[in-house]
Nanobody
């Protein structure tokens, strides 16, 4: 069983940057796909990005491509989401997720992941 805990959310001005972290406990993230999703009030959960099980492949949602970067430190059992050039529409609760069975073609599907954090709020305001 893996427990995931996000941190680092907060308030940031439009155009600013923020880095959120997700620490895993109970088991290693090595060999697991790790992903980030977000959900804004009244909207469906949206795919942000994910890193494949072998760590070699990373994909991003169209709305964050070229602005957000996912990285992972297996030694620290931690996944990071670096967010740059933030926009008001990036305001949401950000969730990290992990799963050992997620294949490359299913990285965008939230139902393929086994473990979820409780989320961290990111608010972008002018």
């Amino acid at each position: 069983q893996v427990q995931l805990a996000e941190s680092g959310g907060g308030w940031v001005q439009v155009g600013g940057s923020l880095k959120v972290s997700c620490v895993a406990s109970g088991s290693t993230l090595r060999g697991s796909a790790v992903g980030w999703f977000r959900q804004a009030p009244g909207k469906e959960r949206e795919f942000v990005g994910a890193n494949s099980r072998d760590g070699a492949g990373t994909i991003y949602g169209d709305s964050v491509k070229d602005r957000f970067t996912i990285s992972r430190d297996n030694g620290k059992n931690t996944v990071y989401l670096q967010m740059n050039s933030l926009k008001p529409e990036d305001t949401a609760v950000y969730y990290c997720t992990a799963g050992k069975r997620v294949i490359q073609s299913s990285l965008r599907s939230p139902t393929e992941y086994d473990f979820w954090g409780r989320g961290t709020q990111v608010t972008v305001s002018s």
